[in-house]
C-alpha cells in the first residue's frame, strides 16, 4: 500500500487558490490518487479522484505528473467554507481506505 | 433516498459495558468499513468487509468486532477489553475496494465512556 505524505497545516486568505500536494514514492501502476474533505464532526466526503495528468471537476482540479510520485489538489478561489482537513488516498486493486493525518486548511477573511 | 446511516450520533456507556454501533448502507456497495477517529487526529481503519460474511482488521483491530451477515449492515462492537473506547466512530460504504473506488461517509457516532 503506497504511504502518503502530506503537509500538515496550511493557511489562506479568500479569494485565493490553495494548492496542497500529497507525495507517494511507492504508487504502483494500478493505483489512483482520491482527495476527500473533512468538516469537524463530519464524515469525510470525495472531492476527485485521478490516474494521470489532469482531473477538474465543479470543485477542485487534480494535477498528476508523469511519474506520479505526487499529486496536487487545487482549489480556486477558496472561501471560509473551504476550511476542513483534506485527506489524499492512494488505492491499489485491494485497497483498504487507509487514511493519513491529512492537511487541515484554514481559510481567514 | 440512498446513503449511508450511523447511529446513534452520541452514545454514552459506562466503563466496561459492550457497546454496539449501528451502520446501515442502501447504495447496494460491497465493502463497507468501520473507522475511529480522535480529536485532532486522521482517521484510523478498525475493520472492513469487502462482502457479506468476510472482513479484515485494520490497524486497531483490537477491542472491537464486528458483523457482516447481510450486504446492508455492518455493526460494531465496541467491547470492554478497548481500552480508550471514547471517540468519534465513522462508517463508510463503496462499490468495490478496487483503487478507483469513491467511498461515501455516515455521520458518525460520538461515543463517550464513563
Known amino acids: 500500500l503506497a504511504k502518503t505524505t502530506q503537509p500538515i497545516s496550511m493557511d489562506s486568505y479568500e479569494g485565493q487558490e490553495v494548492n496542497i500536494t500529497c507525495s507517494h514514492n511507492?504508487?504502483?501502476?494500478?493505483?489512483?490518487i482520491t482527495w476527500y474533505q473533512q468538516f469537524p464532526s463530519q464524515g469525510p466526503r470525495f472531492i476527485i479522484q485521478?490516474?494521470?495528468t489532469k482531473v477538474t471537476n465543479e470543485v477542485a482540479s487534480l494535477f498528476i505528473p508523469a511519474d506520479r510520485k505526487s499529486s496536487t489538489l487545487s482549489l480556486p478561489r477558496v472561501s471560509l467554507s473551504d476550511t476542513a482537513v483534506y485527506y489524499c488516498?492512494?488505492?491499489?486493486?485491494?485497497?483498504?481506505?487507509?487514511f493519513g493525518a491529512g492537511t487541515r486548511l484554514t481559510v481567514k477573511p | 433516498d440512498g446513503g449511508i446511516t450511523q447511529s446513534p450520533k452520541y452514545l454514552f456507556r459506562k466503563e466496561g459495558q459492550n457497546v454496539t454501533l449501528s451502520c446501515e448502507q442502501n447504495?447496494?456497495?460491497?465493502?463497507m468499513y468501520w473507522y475511529r477517529q480522535d480529536p485532532g487526529q486522521g482517521l484510523r481503519l478498525i475493520y472492513y468487509?469487502?462482502?457479506?460474511?468476510?472482513?479484515q482488521k485494520g490497524d486497531i483491530a483490537e477491542g472491537y468486532s464486528v458483523s457482516r451477515e447481510k450486504k446492508e449492515s455492518f455493526p460494531l462492537t465496541v467491547t470492554s477489553a478497548q481500552k480508550n473506547p471514547t471517540a468519534f466512530y465513522l462508517c463508510?460504504?463503496?462499490?468495490?475496494?478496487?483503487?478507483?473506488?469513491?467511498?461515501?461517509f455516515g455521520q458518525g457516532t460520538r461515543l463517550t465512556v464513563v
Open positions: 463508510a460504504s463503496s462499490f468495490s475496494t478496487g483503487g478507483n473506488t469513491e467511498a461515501f
Open positions: 511507492n504508487i504502483a501502476t494500478n493505483d489512483y
Open positions: 485521478g490516474y494521470k
Open positions: 488516498l492512494v488505492g491499489d486493486l485491494n485497497n483498504d481506505m487507509r
Open positions: 447504495l447496494n456497495h460491497d465493502a
Open positions: 468487509s469487502q462482502i457479506v460474511n468476510d472482513f
